[in-house]
């Protein structure tokens, strides 16, 4: 099956940066839109960025400016760039493909278990 697994998160002062990265595995055709959710403690999953297979991007308002989105299609890769982080950016942060598997006609959504990403003022 498909695996995602996020790294990079950690605890950083107000102001810093952190790169978190996420790597698909397994019994893919094609991986399609790929993105970032977040969610806090008592809140719902919000969505942070996504980007499509050819490049094009999309942003919550609260991190346009601050966050960038991209991928490595070789290595089956997505990064969230997070600079000028805030105390509200405070989340545990799920990767997410849109993943073609193998021998399928259908596309499947895939999450990652979470990184934690804790900014402090």
């Known amino acids: 099956q498909v695996q995602l697994v996020e790294s990079g998160g950690g605890l950083v002062e107000a102001g810093g940066s952190l790169r978190l990265s996420c790597a698909a595995s397994g019994s893919i055709f094609r991986l399609n839109t790929m993105g970032w959710y977040r969610q806090a403690p008592g809140k719902q999953r919000d969505l942070v960025a996504t980007?499509?297979?050819?490049?094009?991007?999309n942003y919550a308002d609260s991190v346009k400016g601050r966050f960038t989105i991209s991928r490595d299609n070789a290595k089956n890769t997505v990064y969230l760039q997070m600079n000028g982080l805030k105390p509200e950016d405070t989340a545990v942060y799920y990767c997410?493909?849109?993943?073609?598997?193998?021998?399928?006609?259908?596309?499947?959504?895939?999450w990652g278990q979470g990184t934690q990403v804790t900014v402090t003022s």
């Open positions: 997410n493909a849109d993943v073609m598997l193998v021998a399928s006609l259908y596309e499947r959504k895939y």
């Open positions: 980007i499509t297979s050819g490049g094009t991007t």
